[in-house]
């Protein structure tokens, strides 16, 4: 009974196993390795028709291609491992195969890194919830709103109309801003002979008149004070916090209501100034 | 039967291959290698013929260079395989040769990563149609309009008259500038003299005409406001949203109309302005 | 008795298991990964009802998204090992399928690198404490007060209301400026023709002023003396040491006070000069 | 017979290969070297004298000296992995000696890494035709006439007369002048007091009359608009398509002429302009 | 007596362990683990009380927190390797464990590869004593006083108040401004229509002076000469030697000596100069 | 007889080596190291004394110390080799030595990366003749005349005098400045007020007057044309090709004829010109 | 005899090593440790007191504790390998603690990479004599004169009283500022409205008086000719060949001879120049 246990009708007199046995064992290999295609081809086609993935790609055409593929990619790879068992079982040397596969394999691993790191930060932008589609954001030199924001690229909808496609490694720093309230901030001039406690009060009735009127604020505006004493002008700096996005129509509304008030209050235009001496004997 | 499972002509006393044995395995390898060579010239002569790959690369002459040498290459790396099998047969250590081709491979695998590089991410171009033949993009520091589109580069010509050839491991972000409309922009500058509400006045009824005549645009043109109080002028933004490719067109038109607009109102052209003292006493 | 401790019923002939030790060997395998799992799980769980983390992610969901991910991927690891193992007790060349999982793994490994740099360098920002929610910093090109701390990001937020999410592996050098008290500095110009002395006098003045009102400063103000001689001014500079983020207010404060002392005291406003000869011969 | 197939005077006791059966061995592996280095002598030589090669590297006695250092080293490194072999016959342990000799091979590989990646770049601008010896290019900072295009380097000849030496793994992005006809760009700026409306028929007789008499332009001269409103001008832009290489000379020859065309219609030169405001109180 | 000096009581027929001698090997190995584990606490806690140690970090309880997660570390690495050593002498093949181990190894190896960097380097620079706390240095763009010199951050503390962090691995060169005496630097700037001779008399004088008079001063000040002949003023430069971190007061006594010494001789202020023709048609 | 073929004295009755056999094989190993040192050292003295290097180096004492530390690295590693062989023949496992021994390695290999670039790149300079001692070159940022030209640096001479010596590693792109003839480019403003034509004329006297004089002319000077249409100037540009180094020689006789050529011709030296307008009202 | 010369009291029966075999091996290991260590010891203490060595490391107490530091490191690394080889010989599989030794080591390696590219430039440095105490010479953006020269690093002390400390790692291209004749360079700016032959014979008396004087010239100085046409002036160019550090001193001297002689000759200052037309209307 022993015997039987060890089947010993597949092995020959060394204890190795004869043509029957090697002939059951390449079976046995070629069922698994179709068992195992089987099963990753249903773990693929069910990820794509998970909610959250159709969520972020909504171009059917396109994720089938990839899921294609995919499977084509790991068909492929079980092949050989299993090609290669079978090559050992038969006493042939598979060393040299495995070394040229393998310098391949590292050649294709060093080159697709930035797949994998597209991935590795795409997946940490979404989880971790950096910006979502809509939003206007800085990504580097390029900023705008997300149009779409998948596991390997971003894209950005600039002012300009350009559409910024970033793949995700190259995302480091992301800065948001539409989350919280922004800053409008301008920058008045006066010159230096007027009374800066009369300028302050005219600015300060300004913003009084904007805060009343203007919806988008979300604080301010105040005076910060004397911001720079400059060459032929003396700077005072207004800052608001408005609602995302309307800083700059905040900023536009607070230039032109100052410019009308110093019209009214005859503030004088802090133009260059200068002082030349007429040298007369040339 | 035992025996003959195990092929015992082939054997000798010591279980090993004799001479026979030796001789019928060499030629089964070599017959394996004849046979795989023709598979891949196949699956190449195949790929080649492909609907898809004929699109990207018209020129037929280039395409048979690149098919012969990867032939040949398939066909010296698996003689290189065949050959270390057979000498491993005959007891002859080829860890040496193998840690010399191996070395030689890593060298070749390093330089050739950027090859890698380029087809990995000139796939995603492709596949994600992140921009086509016929578009304007910007890519890093060149732009132009796609002229070729391969696994390898992609070729723009520059408005200058460039053909800009590209690696497409070169390619990080992509700014494409015919997907959507484009945002024309004109900054207009006033003396601090004027009255800001008549030339807001002014440059509506300049807007409200271009909008009428001209079919490029898709929206506007509006007027934003006051986007700052300059040094000696005050600056008004203009913005529309045009057919790609057409934004400088209607900046053009914008321009032409504004400045035809304020000679008839007679509205300032704000020259720098400048106070000077003279100083008598030098 | 030798015998039973070498639990021979599970060994054949050659010493080697047998189908019975190879089942009895299988299924030790798999109550050992069921338990390593378990105990893994257990500390996963322990570790995110931590005191300290759940200070730092107070975001319940996101926290189980990723415990759930870490999970899955120690068990879908030691399975692999498991299996391994099996295969290799079945005399099957496991070395195809590892060399295939490592340059995998190798791949996968290089696009975490950075992943791995985060965590690090979060770590080390935490125990050195490096900052801490509420400071104000400024990280490579980036400044804003901390509103987040984790292991993987910090996020600021900069005064103009952008949310900066920084990852911590981009994290280099970091200048606080909320640790100790910070240098408020102002400029002063005068004229080459005010005498010195009578300058700093009036300035000596404004200081000692605004040392007894301003609550905010910690030390000065002082008057360094003369920092530069310049085209056509002579440039006196003022230091003082405030509380942190009061810096901009001491400053402003000390522009407003001199401006209206020179105002007072008749101090000429340092207007640039030059000397014009005219040439009358053109 | 069995033992005759075995070669078995070639063998002791053991059935290892006894000290007649080493010497044959010996002899065996080194006449492999032997005729393996002539092959690959002749294949070198063979090569050297190939069409293709001879046109890129007109230098024969460059490429003699390189092709004699190719075939030592293939005669070092067979003859090093033929006496490992025999080393390993006598059981004498190699592992360290191709330890050492793997460290210095790396070393080396690692060094020569920007050589394969000068070849690979090389062979694709070659087979690409990216850029052909005469034809006018850009290469990062560096631009000139192609005169050397080979495997390794590219020369270019500027136009300063530099010749700019570049290895081709230095060579990311081309920028090929001469493919397709180039722009010649010409701005035009006139005074805000001229009718633009004026100017521009001025402009157009002068398009005209180039574009009967100028053999060199493609297509154009053309009036593209107003460009930009400037400080105290106006710009308009002309542009033409020339033959690759003579945009500049079509530039000059827009500028004489319209020089020439204002001087005699007396269209005002846009000098810089200000206005002066004369404090009489200093 | 031979085979009792075998301990052939652990052995079964095969000459290989049984039960009891594995038993034996197993707490043997605990034993090791155990004992290594308090040898290395035993040595951690000794370099903690370490004088040089402490002076650096004089935080208790942050370098205790660090001792803790070495500890654990060593203890988590020896249980690892123990329970290889147990894995193997049951015949269960770890290399797949092993492997998997590595490539998280080699992941986490090379994220922390800037922590050992910042240990080596920070480790030259205490024992090459580059600088001390309290050196006022420059590292890339930070400067400042060091406040704290640890093996793995410097913190310097700038002029404005803030304080960098800087990971020893970002420092290259090191500019150490308190190791010698500092350079005092002023450029002195005099009308073409000055003599340089008088100037400079008048210059020595003021120099002769400050010598005197100031004891923050190690060598000068002297007169360089005239180093530049400018637009319309020639520059003559003034240099001394003052004591570290003393040379910017030194600068600011000797610009004031020279403005009131000019003042006093009636040397001219060179205010820039030009020359006007007038056009008069226009 | 067979038995004496396989040395039978020297072998155990296990068939391995006994004593005397493993003393004879130490003898053998220590003959042949000794023997391989001395080839080596034959072959680096023979290298030294080599016609092409002793040319390039002809520093003797420099040679010879860099020759003894080559010598002494070839003898130590063979020893080290040699060690570890006779270590496996006594069964005592290396691996723990060569992995040490490896890394070491590793890490020097590491750091001799560029030492070895260094020479790659020195090779093709040499071999290739890029510059040759004499030539004027540009090497990245830093220009000269080459003074030296190693295998390992490359040494320059600038016109301020400074050495450059620049390692061949850091040599990407050159600049050779002594291939060909040179272009000296005059770039000759004149008013808005001159005709353009009679400006031409003028010039072409100067170039014809030049050309008969200056013997370091290849070809030219000519007048290219209108170059550009400036604020308040017109540039024409003459350019024309010199011996090598002598180009700013040239541009200097071009300038000075010019000068005197305008001078004569009363042509208007073209001064900033503007137009003021005077603003009454402040 | 044959039995005595392979020792075989310290063998069992299956002709492996008894345990008295073993105690003997174990011995034997370590007394060549202890051999090794005070040998390498030895050698170490030798080099510390060798004399080029200290010639550089002038400060004994610092050399002593590197020293330290080096012996003790081989002393760890010789017992670890002890260690290895006595765990082996008691069939303790020791791949594990060998793989978490070879990552720890890699890490190290990684980290130290920079030291041994510090020690191997430095090398160079050295046996080059690319530098030596007391030259002064620009290292990137760094200059200064060279104050300790180390294999490590290399210390700069600025004219600004800095010391920049360098690790030779950091050096590329070095620029030596003492190795040959510096050249002095002085532009001198004349107005359109001088003859330049006269100006020329006035500044070559200048030269001819200058060479006379001053000792610290090597060659000329000599004038050039007309270097530039600018905006208002005539640039001329003087240059001359001094001791090396005393260019600055020559052209301080040549600056002040042409003011003192163009002040005599009424050579007029090239004052900006600028033509003005008086726009009325406005």
Redesign the interface.
Known sequence: M?KL???NIFL????DL???GKLAKIVL?LVSIWFITNVVDKIIDKAISNKKLTKLYTNDK?IN??AGILKKTVKI?LY??GS??IL??FN??????????????????????????D??TGF?IL????YAIGDYV?I?D?EGIVEELGL??TKL???????????NS?I??????T?????A??K??VS?DEN?DRVVKILEDVCLDIKKNNTLIVEGPTI??????G??K?DITIIA?SQ?ME???VE??I??K???AFDKENIE??????????????
């Open positions: 022993n246990l060890n089947f020959n007199d060394h204890g004869n043509v029957l290999i396109r291609t990839v790879i050989f491992i290669m068992i050992e079982m042939i040397n598979t060393t040299s195969i495995l070394a040229t596969a393998g310098i391949g394999g590292l050649a294709v691993g060093f080159g697709a890194q930035s797949l994998v790191k991935l590795i940490f989880s971790e919830d950096q800085k580097g390029y390997r690229v909808r600039d002012f300009t109309g350009d559409l910024h496609i970033i793949p190259s480091q720093i992301v800065s948001n801003r989350r919280g309230s922004m800053r901030m301008v008045v001039s230096y800066i910060l004070g004397v911001t720079d004493l060459e032929y003396v916090k995302p800083q700059w129509a536009r509304e230039r032109k100052v410019k009308e235009i802090p133009y260059p100034k200068g002082i030349i001496y007429g040298g007369s004997e040339k």
